[in-house]
């Protein structure tokens, strides 16, 4: 068993019998009272969100996780199918797990996907993406001037505010944490 000072941000947890990741941890020293560390939890089952109160010096049952590269294959229902490169092993994954990145993933993505044993407990879409603009309402000449956004459709289906310059058919790169435009790509 570790204690409350082998615990950092990002780290997986088992409390109250629930798998938790970490997602801050600070360590806190009230005047007259004794230390304490004050932890933010996400649940992995429903990505609720808990805090708590651990003294100094308990112990807390960490859990090893290994993170593997997937390729995203096609979407089956409420999961993405993802197969492992080195095994070839196809494993379903929920979309819930990838948050607002599941909408600009398209085939062939390299996602992320964190694994206690055989079970899939979290998913990251890759940073960035570039998608294709299917539709958008054709920009005027000179209206760069100004920071005005206009609604575009990707290929993927997800709507998202781009610049007046960007047209259909033109490929953007987007950032999948925010859901915002970055940039334009050529060719």
Known sequence: MATTQD????????YNG?????????HRT??????????KMRRVKDGKIAENRFRSGEEVEIVRVE?????????????????NNETYDQVPIAKN???????????????????????PIGATAPVHVILEITYTEPGLRGDTATNTLKPA???????????????????????????????????
């Open 18 to 26: 629930e798998l938790c990741q970490i997602t801050e941890w600070q």
């Open 30 to 39: 009230p005047g007259n009272l004794r230390a304490f560390y004050q932890a």
């Open 97 to 119: 797990m990838f948050g607002e990145g599941a909408k600009f993933m398209k085939e062939g993505d390299i996602v992320m996907v964190s694994f206690e044993g055989d079970l």
């Open 153 to 187: 459709t990707l290929e993927t289906g997800a709507v998202i505010n781009v610049p007046l310059f960007c047209d259909s058919g033109e490929k953007i790169k987007i950032d999948t944490r925010t859901g915002e435009y970055v940039e334009r790509v050529k060719g």
């Open 7 to 14: 615990i950092s941000n990002g780290m997986f947890i088992r």
């Open 67 to 83: 993170v593997h590269e997937l390729q995203y294959l096609y979407e089956e229902g409420d999961s993405f199918i993802c197969m």
